[in-house]
């Protein structure tokens, strides 16, 4: 089990708004300054910690502008997220993506469903970009809204989150899901109706599928570390039990068929390669 770290060397003690929201970052200046001026506008103030892994772009500038503690730190998003957790004393902590924008009351309702008894909060997510692939990704996350299993929470009472260890350092893929499962087991789930837009860019399936081989060893470390989870997690999407739904927009249904199994190949071509390769330490 993880622990989270002790505070930051360099962060501050000061008085904090309820909420705290962690953002990891790494060369995400096309994106952040969207995201934190999301934050800043929230009809709940939030204390805001930027987490920066060793960007080489202006990440870390326009962090300095728009939040309250930036540090830098990695190796990966697990451990930053750690750290970011430590470094506020909020009752309240919620994570999100530096390519995310929170609707205004994100924040307001989050922390409500906490103060009334939950112990994790799940804030559904839409998808917008520019661009065919892009669209079909926001099909494909349409079908995830309050569906169980699917959905992880980005906010948590930090008691709770203390008392799960945080985010699974050892895994760069599925710790969202792998902590949700830790978290709904210690305390009640809530969902929330405030959004969060997820901004893919201009997506290609290039770039979709590479991502997701990218992240096939994380994921099969989740899977041994969950048995059976990932198999639920996989069927458990409406558009594998009830296909036809994809006729409903049959343009877009063939596209993230396309999109699945060209996905599902670059996982498999990634295991294969990792398991032809010796074993190197994680960085």
């Known amino acids: 089990m993880n622990h989270l770290p002790d505070p930051h060397e360099g962060a501050v003690e000061r008085p904090v708004p309820d909420v705290s929201i962690v953002v990891p970052t790494k060369n995400s200046v096309r994106t952040l300054r969207r995201c934190l001026e999301s934050l800043r506008a929230q009809t709940l103030p939030c204390h805001v910690v930027v987490v920066d892994n060793h960007s080489t772009d202006t990440t870390r500038e326009v962090a300095a502008l728009l939040s309250d503690i930036v540090f830098v730190a990695g190796p990966e998003r697990s451990r930053q997220r750690n750290l970011g957790a430590a470094a506020t004393q909020s009752p309240v902590i919620g994570f999100v993506d530096s390519d995310m924008v929170l609707s205004p009351s994100v924040v307001e309702q989050a922390k409500s469903a906490i103060d009334a008894g939950a112990g994790s909060v799940i804030v559904p997510e839409r998808s917008v970009g520019s661009g065919y692939w892009a669209r079909v990704r926001a099909f494909e996350r349409a079908f995830y809204v309050d569906v169980d299993g699917i959905e992880a929470p980005r906010f948590f009472s930090a008691r709770l989150l203390a008392s799960t260890g945080g985010y ?17 087991r210690a305390g009640r789930v809530e969902r929330i109706t405030a959004l969060i837009e997820h901004d893919e860019g201009q997506l290609t399936y290039l770039q979709a599928c590479g991502k997701k081989g990218a992240y096939a060893a994380g994921v099969a470390r989740f ?43 670059a996982v498999v071509v990634r295991l294969l390669l990792a398991a032809a390769t010796p074993d190197r330490p994680r960085g």
Do not use: C, F, V
């Open 168 to 184: 699974d350092e050892t895994l760069d893929a599925g710790e969202d899901w792998d902590l949700g499962r830790r978290a709904s």
């Open 223 to 265: 899977a041994d570390k969950n048995p059976g989870a990932l198999w639920r997690i996989l069927l458990h999407r409406p558009y594998i039990r009830h296909p036809w739904l994809l006729l409903d927009q049959p343009r877009l249904g063939a596209g993230l068929i396309a999109l699945k199994l060209g996905e599902a190949m």
